[in-house]
Nanobody, 119 residues
């Protein structure tokens, strides 16, 4: 069974930065894509960013382009999300996601970590 462990959430002022990390662990598995979703209070979950393991391609939601950067440590099956110029509307629970079976979508989800942007 594959598990995801997230870290790095917290409280930050508008304009500040945070870095989230997510480590995948478990018995032998393949990593096709890792990424992040977020869900703000009263809103649906939305895609934030993703990284394709085979070639390192990255994808971002329009709302975070130019401010967030997703990166990986392949040896550790870890993905990070560097979040800069944070805005109050970035406040949400951020969940790490993983695809171990190929195709589209994600079959493993993390518990989530709270990010709060407030003065």
């Amino acid at each position: 069974q594959v598990q995801l462990v997230e870290s790095g959430g917290g409280l930050v002022q508008p304009g500040g930065s945070l870095r989230l990390s997510c480590a995948a662990s478990g018995r032998t598995f393949s990593v096709y894509t890792m990424g992040w979703f977020r869900q703000a209070p009263g809103k649906e979950s939305e895609f934030v960013a993703a990284l394709t393991w085979s070639d390192g391609s990255t994808y971002y939601a329009d709302s975070v382009k130019g401010r967030f950067t997703i990166s990986r440590d392949s040896a550790k099956n870890t993905v990070r999300l560097q979040m800069n110029s944070l805005k109050p509307e970035d406040t949400a629970v951020y969940s790490c996601v993983l695809n171990t079976i190929g195709g589209v979508g994600y079959n493993v989800w993390g518990q989530g970590t709270q990010v709060t942007v407030s003065s």
